[in-house]
């Protein structure tokens, strides 16, 4: 599986009873592919995937991979900190038929590097899935190492990084000493270009559920020679990218695709709450700056 461009990280619409959406998530689907994204990734952390039940998470996979009908690859989000737990999410996203796994690192447990490498080993050896590490130390309270990544580069099935360490020196430490192979993607929708600069592949990205097609352009100019025009996308979507944040994802991008149309209401689950009103009315003050998608 080789991994590189513009990958949404989907959410996941509920009805206002709390309910899967699955028919707001389908159309969803379809216009992200008819925006020309390269890849979906439902059931991460824009995808709600802590307060989903085992159950919602194979149906939302499923359905996904369904819909998508082959057209885009999908990688399902079934990270855990147990390493049994997420062998067994990502068994059932390969039977459901996934084209690779996106895993966050062990959060709370705080394992060592040679904790993490093994989890991830482990993982590759017994779900027969292409896996997809994620670093994000803002939400896990551990780090996976640029040497720590460099040998995860080198196991069968392990295909790439979605890095959001927020550390390009380290993210750069990390390329230079992985595989050729390797495909880092950007975790940080703001990073995405430095991170194309420096010999990532791409991005796995919130922005992109409200942007596909300037996400996936932005990516694009980069990769085809035209950094001006990917750097004049960078500048027309920074603001976007940096409110969609103002508060914990994904409650401002949901909270962006009901004022847009694109789900029917913004229900999250608890502990997640509505976006307040200040921070909503420099959202929608955003998005109508922007226009159209």
């Known amino acids: 599986m080789r991994l590189e461009g513009t990958y949404t990280a989907l959410v996941t619409p509920f009805h206002a009873d709390g309910s899967l959406d699955l028919d707001s998530l389908a159309r969803l689907v379809d216009w992200q592919i008819d925006s020309g994204i390269e890849g979906l990734v439902p059931c991460g952390s824009t995808g709600e995937s802590a307060t989903l039940t085992p159950e919602e998470h194979v149906e939302v996979i499923r359905h996904v991979v369904d819909v998508a009908g082959g057209r885009v690859p999908v990688v399902a989000g079934t990270g855990s900190n147990s390493t049994r737990e997420a062998i ?5 996203a390969r039977q459901a038929g996934a084209d690779g796994a996106l895993l966050i690192s062990p959060y709370y447990n705080k394992p060592t590097q040679d904790g993490i490498f093994l989890h991830y080993r482990t ?5 027969g899935l292409p896996l997809l590490p ?3 130390p803002g939400r896990t309270a551990s780090t996976i190492e640029p040497e720590t990544s460099a040998r995860l580069s080198r196991l069968p099935g392990v295909v790439g990084l979605k890095e959001a360490g927020g ?3 380290k993210a750069a430490e990390t390329i230079a000493q992985s595989d050729p192979d390797f495909a880092v993607l950007s975790g940080d929708d703001a990073l995405t270009l430095p991170l194309l600069a420096i010999g990532g592949r791409g991005v796995i990205s919130t922005t992109a559920n409200v942007a596909p097609r300037e996400m996936g352009d932005l990516v ?6 035209d950094p001006d025009r990917a750097r004049d996308l960078h500048y027309r979507l920074l603001d976007l990218m940096r409110v969609l944040f103002i508060e914990p994802n994904p409650i401002p991008v949901k909270t962006a695709l009901a004022t847009s149309g694109r789900i029917p209401n913004a229900t999250l689950r608890l502990p997640l709450t509505e976006m307040q009103k200040a921070n909503r009315d420099r959202l929608e003050s955003t998005l109508a700056s922007l226009g159209p998608s």
Do not use: K, P
């Not at 993982?123 to 779900?127: M, N, R, V």
């Open 134 to 136: 994620y670093n994000i």
């Open 88 to 92: 067994e999410f990502t068994v059932e």
């Open 167 to 169: 550390d390009l020196v």
């Open 220 to 225: 694009r100019a980069f990769r085809s020679g």
């Open 123 to 127: 993982i590759a050896e017994e779900s």
